[in-house]
């Protein structure tokens, strides 16, 4: 899988990518992350990508031509590539593992950040093939969104993760929150364990942790469960 990132903070990305699983998975060529600075697609002398909003208001707008410019070329390295092209906006369809997992299947992803007061609407409307928020709040450039997306979708691609079989029973990819996990000691100043769990019994353990899953859904997040009668 090939993201690419057009931002006017590079480093942002290229730091956090860099650690980690996501750190991994890009030295093993898994999952290739490019973070491209817009400013080498800005025309004139100054490198601008923005300019003020016709109107008039408070702010920045991110200016058409460095964001059609830089997506056109990186497209360009690709012929005959479908690329999917995101915007990192408030104002875009809520994150969540569904939508996670749809891009998880693509194998190039062109990822838009916004800064300042977000991007002029024509890129929205001519450029994008989606636009993605990470929640109802506001933060102050699309870098960190754009993170959140990466990290999530880069553990979906195989061989990212050492375990695959991890991926399924997590929250949200069945559909339930994932049952409590514990680890060694078995007694911590006498927090005990559920014996089940040193049972050895794996069909035991996997029915207590199926009930555990769908208890913990229904204390937490009952929305998930009506979600789930809705579809079936
Ligand atoms: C300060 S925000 C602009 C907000 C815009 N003026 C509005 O009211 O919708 C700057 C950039 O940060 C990014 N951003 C901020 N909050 C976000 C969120 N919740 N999800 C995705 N991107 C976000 C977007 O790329 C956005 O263009």
Redesign the pocket.
Known sequence: MRIEVLTTFPGIIEAVTAESILGRARQKGIVEVEAVNLRDFAADRHKTTDDEPFGGGP?MV?KCEPVFAAVEALTARRPGARARIV??????RR?DQKMVEELAAESYVIV????????DERIREHLVTDE???????????????LVVIDAVARLVPGVLGDEASVESESFSSGLLEYPQYTRPADFRGLQVPEVLLSGNHELIRQWRRVAALKRTRERRPDLLEEDEKCN
């Open positions: 702010g991110m915007l990192m906006t408030p104002q875009g994150l838009v950040c916004g800064r300042y007061e977000g991007v993605i928020s990470i929640g109802d709040y506001v933060l102050s450039g699309g870098e960190i969104p754009a």
